[in-house]
């Protein structure tokens, strides 16, 4: 079955139920409260306030499998070059699971092993030798799946060192970072998979010249005689990266150090846990009874079903309120693609915006449009069972707030006034984390990424290149002379600007 035909197939399940309500589906089939849930692991999703039925979404699990999600499945985890465009495998499952016994992914959770073994002793180093701070330098997928969990898993496990992060090229975001810090007890880590990003090429430079010694200078990269040309850095001081690994799939990889630096190497392992049990679950599980295969089918009928053009991401945890940053580059930088792996057109419509923020917070800023805009935004609502903190009255207000707004999207509430009435009917999925552990955060984030390699699958296209990103990095480059003023801009507006800039001088 073409990818054309999987969305009609979808489409005509779209419009078969019409304007269903969601209270209505519920009332025709009470079960589906209890029913459309799984739970793996630490992790429970319900997916029953959304606007299919049971007939509607076995039509998007029977398009999935017609689009070979199964052996798709199978595929990623034995090391089969999915990566087409860059004929690549896509291996981050090999960095945590030993679920394949093909000889490339065998090598693979090797060479991860060993790569882990020396960032134990990196972390021992760094964690006894009197160092305080730690910068990592990075951007993307060299900084957002790390700062994500570090910030994430504070309360996981006390370390005798301060992780910070510099990703942006801005020397604002450098002086900031730098301000307070002893230069002689802070070590700083350099990630880059290229070992050619300008961001942290320029940031890296500006921490080398300012620690004035590079003996507490580490880097992890695919690019290893780059780094070792460019900022002396001896071998011993390198972790690796691979071409197998994605750069926003890397976190689990030696890019984790600040995390390991962070909870200790124990707890490093225990995030790469539960992403395996997640790896277990998808690779193993039917998609009718699999948490990944509900995600992304929600997400497709969500796109291709009911038209909705964004999705927002809302943790209710103050601790995840960087997961919607780190989502927004798993999934819009794997699955914003027009084209087909063919190269032929897209069939229908492929990722949303993806935002968001954490509850309860964005109820005072953006849920306004939420509740009473025009365009219905279907979400991902996530909760945290059990807090780390002793505040029991913020939790059940926390969790009263999570579970109210989960209501009063669905259900909305009838008024004689149209200024107060809510319409209702605004899809969300529910997953509770029974706490907040290297464990359940390693699980969530390997969902996530299942969920996009099948939402890629259903659609036909790649996840795993970026080719979308290249022109503007090109384009800047040929804008810096103009800037230093030995060049002329090509682009008439952009003329203008330089022009406006230089009046001022
Ligand atoms: O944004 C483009 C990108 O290539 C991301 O995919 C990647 O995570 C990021 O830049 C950083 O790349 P590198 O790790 O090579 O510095």
Redesign the pocket.
């Known amino acids: 079955m073409e990818a054309a035909q999987r969305i009609e197939h979808v489409r005509a399940e779209a419009a078969r139920l019409g304007d269903s309500r969601i209270g209505s589906l519920l009332q025709a089939d009470p079960a589906r409260a209890s029913q459309f849930a799984l739970r793996v692991g630490p992790l429970y999703a319900n997916f029953s306030r959304q606007r299919f039925d049971r007939s509607a979404i076995e039509a998007v699990f029977a398009a999935l499998t017609a689009a070979g999600a199964e052996a798709a499945l199978s595929a990623l985890f034995d090391g089969v070059s999915v990566n087409v465009t860059e004929s690549r495998p896509a291996l981050h499952s090999a960095l945590r699971s030993d679920l394949s016994s093909s000889e490339i992914a065998r090598a693979a959770h090797a060479q991860a092993q060993d790569a882990r073994n020396s960032m134990r002793r990196i972390v021992e180093q760094l964690h006894a030798g009197g160092i305080s701070d730690v910068v990592s330098v ?5 900084d957002l799946g790390p700062r994500l969990a570090v910030d994430a898993l504070a309360e996981a496990g006390a370390s005798p060192v301060r992780v910070h992060f510099l990703s942006n090229v801005d020397g604002h975001a450098a002086q900031r970072v730098l301000a307070g810090l002893d230069r002689s007890r802070t070590a700083v880590l350099l990630i ?3 070992f050619s ?1 300008q961001e ?1 090429l320029l940031n890296g430079a500006i921490l080398r010249d300012w620690l004035g010694d590079d003996s507490r200078l580490y880097a992890i990269s695919a690019n290893v005689e780059r780094a070792a040309r460019e900022f002396s850095i001896p071998a011993d001081r390198i972790l690796p990266m691979w071409d197998w690994v994605g ?2 799939y890397s976190l689990w990889s030696a890019v984790g150090l600040p995390i390991a630096l962070a909870i200790g190497m124990d707890g490093f392992e225990q995030l790469l846990a539960g992403a395996a049990e997640m790896d277990a679950h998808v690779l193993r599980t039917p998609l009718s009874q699999n948490m990944a295969a509900w995600h992304a089918a929600t997400a497709i009928w969500n796109r291709n079903g009911l038209g909705f053009g964004a999705h927002a991401v809302l943790p209710y945890d103050e601790r995840l309120k960087l997961l919607p940053n780190y989502l927004q580059q798993l999934v819009m ?1 794997s699955l914003g693609k027009s084209v087909q792996i063919d190269g032929r057109p897209v069939a229908g419509d492929t990722v949303p915006v993806w935002w968001g923020g954490a509850g309860t917070d964005t109820q005072h800023s953006f849920f306004q449009a939420l509740h009473q805009g025009t365009d219905v935004v279907p979400c991902d609502l996530i909760g945290v069972v059990g807090p780390a903190h002793l505040h029991a009255n913020n939790h059940r207000a926390l969790l009263s707030n999570l579970f109210a707004q989960a209501e009063a999207f669905a259900n909305g509430q009838a008024s004689d006034d149209p200024h107060r009435s809510y319409a209702g009917n605004r899809p969300s999925t529910m997953i509770l984390l029974d706490s907040l552990t290297p464990h359940s955060l390693g699980a969530l984030l390997a969902l996530y990424e299942h969920s996009v390699y099948l939402q890629a699958v259903f659609w036909g296209i790649n996840p795993f290149d ?1 080719f979308g ?1 290249e022109l503007g990095k090109q384009l800047a480059s040929t804008l810096l002379p103009v800037l230093e003023g030995r060049d002329e801009a090509n682009d008439a507006v952009t003329r203008e600007l330089i022009a406006q800039i230089r009046r001022q001088g």
Not at 138 to 142: E, K, T
């Open positions: 990075g951007i993307g997928g060299s880059s998979k290229s990003t942290t750069g926003r930088e970026q990103v």
